[in-house]
């Protein structure tokens, strides 16, 4: 079953990361619907801004965001996924490494610092 990953946000709301499954415009999960085949056979033109991910940022990076940078750091196999999304392919750590690894290419250990908020944010 696939899950919605909660990140804890600012005065400790929850921060849901993910689709929102609504049951009529969106019936299940995006991969499920592309594994049984149904969806439009349309061409689609997706975005995104790199600013998208500011809301990770503020809660990695926030005093209460301490304790969800330290277990990335600790880690990444598990994390790294589901920071980016990616807990539904087929290798989602290697894919997830290949990705931090791309748009941060300095940071060869995956451990993270305030100094990468902004380099991370835009990656998520």
Same mark, same amino acid.
């Given at each position: 079953?696939?899950?919605?990953?909660?990140?804890?946000?600012?005065?400790?709301?929850? +921060?849901?990361?993910?689709?929102?499954?609504?049951?009529?415009?969106? *019936?299940?999960?995006?991969?499920?619907?592309?594994?049984?085949?149904?969806?439009?056979?349309?061409?689609?033109?997706?975005?995104?801004?790199?600013?998208?991910?500011?809301?990770?940022? +503020?809660?990695?990076?926030?005093?209460?965001?301490?304790?969800?940078?330290?277990?990335?750091?600790?880690?990444?196999?598990?994390?790294? *996924?589901?920071?980016?999304?990616?807990?539904?392919?087929?290798?989602?750590?290697?894919?997830?490494?290949?990705?931090?690894?791309?748009?941060?290419?300095?940071?060869?250990?995956?451990?993270?610092?305030?100094?990468?908020?902004?380099?991370?944010?835009?990656?998520?």
């Amino acid at each position: 079953m696939l899950k919605l990953v909660t990140l804890q946000g600012p005065y400790n709301t929850p +921060i849901p990361i993910g689709p929102s499954i609504d049951g009529s415009f969106l *019936p299940d999960h995006p991969v499920v619907l592309l594994k049984q085949g149904r969806y439009n056979k349309v061409d689609v033109i997706s975005g995104n801004t790199k600013d998208d991910a500011n809301g990770v940022g +503020i809660v990695l990076f926030s005093e209460n965001g301490k304790q969800v940078l330290q277990e990335l750091n600790n880690n990444i196999t598990k994390m790294g *996924p589901i920071l980016l999304a990616m807990t539904e392919n087929e290798n989602p750590t290697y894919l997830a490494q290949r990705v931090l690894f791309k748009y941060m290419p300095y940071n060869k250990d995956f451990n993270f610092t305030h100094e990468d908020e902004v380099a991370l944010t835009q990656v998520c």
